[in-house]
């Protein structure tokens, strides 16, 4: 059995058939072919699959896709502007190095969103507390922050990008 899931990711509608319990991320990654959605752990622990679901951040193992019917997702690739340039949260990351293997970056970014949209100017501890959830084996978080305060200023003062 398969039911129809209609839904509109990163600004295209999209509707595709799937099994009951197929996983969001995997829709994501497979039925959608968006593979910039990370799968990390399938246990909500590491964030690797953060997407924004109408406008919230959410780990996309932890929701069938059946689950998000009629509503919008943005993921990573859905950040950048339409002529190519990247978000003022990606150039950030890439300016202040704030990953290196990568691997958890596109669900750090997205953490970033959904927390300069509902903070655009958090403090460092605010940051720290916003990206709890999203875990960097690499990094040491501090260029992360750092990533997150400049993108936060670039924001601020007319940054290019989607928001």
């Given at each position: 059995?398969?039911l129809?899931?209609?839904?509109r990711?990163?600004?295209?509608?999209?509707?595709k058939e799937v099994?009951p319990r197929?996983l969001?991320?995997?829709?994501?990654?497979?039925?959608?072919g968006l593979?910039?959605?990370?799968?990390?752990?399938?246990?909500?622990?590491?964030?690797a699959?953060?997407i924004?679901?109408?406008?919230?951040s959410?780990?996309?193992c932890t929701?069938?896709?059946?689950?998000v019917d009629?509503?919008?997702?943005?993921?990573?690739?859905?950040?950048?502007?339409?002529d190519?340039?990247?978000?003022?949260?990606?150039?950030?990351?890439?300016e202040?190095h704030?990953?290196?293997?990568?691997?958890c970056t596109p669900?750090?970014v997205?953490q970033?969103?959904?927390?300069?949209r509902?903070?655009?100017n958090?403090?460092e501890q605010?940051i720290r507390?916003g990206?709890?959830?999203?875990?960097?084996r690499?990094t040491?978080?501090?260029n992360i922050?750092?990533?997150v305060?400049?993108?936060?200023k670039?924001?601020?003062?007319?940054g290019?990008g989607?928001r």
């Open positions: 059995m398969t129809k899931v209609k839904v990711v990163n600004g295209k509608e999209s509707t099994e197929l969001l991320v995997h829709f994501i990654r497979d039925a959608l593979t910039g959605t990370h799968v990390g752990c399938d246990t909500t622990n590491c964030g699959c953060t924004l679901l109408d406008g919230k959410v780990k996309s929701m069938f896709a059946v689950q009629g509503r919008e997702i943005m993921t990573i690739e859905g950040m950048q502007a339409a190519g340039e990247l978000h003022p949260i990606q150039k950030a990351f890439w202040n704030g990953l290196q293997c990568g691997y669900g750090m997205m970033a969103a959904w927390l300069l509902e903070n655009p958090p403090t605010e507390l990206i709890s959830g999203n875990l960097c690499c040491g978080y501090q922050v750092k990533s305060q400049e993108a936060a670039a924001m601020q003062t007319g290019k989607r």
